[in-house]
């Protein structure tokens, strides 16, 4: 599936099953909220921390990075942003400004 047809699909699933889009500060919350769930789990994946005894099948990487799709999805559609659009221009900007930054920098090199 591309973007384009993601945000579709997101927005055939708000509309049969979830009423209504929330609005766009609870949506902002609700991403903030999902972001925080993933950086739990990588904090016990690839961090130091560690996961409670049995707590690691309930957290999955792929489904907190899903969660946050979602989201952000939700945000786009109801903002009225084509992510697919967006995402091009914006790797255009980063390409034109970062073209040697990264290459250049010793310390990724270390």
């Known amino acids: 599936m591309d973007i384009r047809e993601a945000q579709r699909i997101v927005d055939q699933w708000i509309k049969d099953n979830g009423v209504r889009y929330f609005n766009e500060l609870t949506n ?3 991403l903030t909220e999902e972001v925080g769930e993933l950086a739990r789990v990588i904090a016990r994946q ?3 921390q560690s996961f409670k005894a049995g707590e690691e099948e309930k957290h999955q990487l792929s ?5 946050v799709m979602f989201v952000l999805i939700c945000l786009a559609n109801q903002t009225g942003v084509d992510l697919k ?3 091009e221009k914006n790797l255009k900007k980063k390409t034109a400004r970062d073209k040697h930054r ?3 920098n010793n310390k990724l090199y270390e």
């Open 46 to 48: 690839y961090g130091e």
């Open 102 to 104: 990264h290459k250049d």
């Open 85 to 87: 659009s967006a995402l």
């Open 63 to 67: 489904d907190e990075l899903a969660d």
């Open 28 to 30: 902002m919350a609700q």
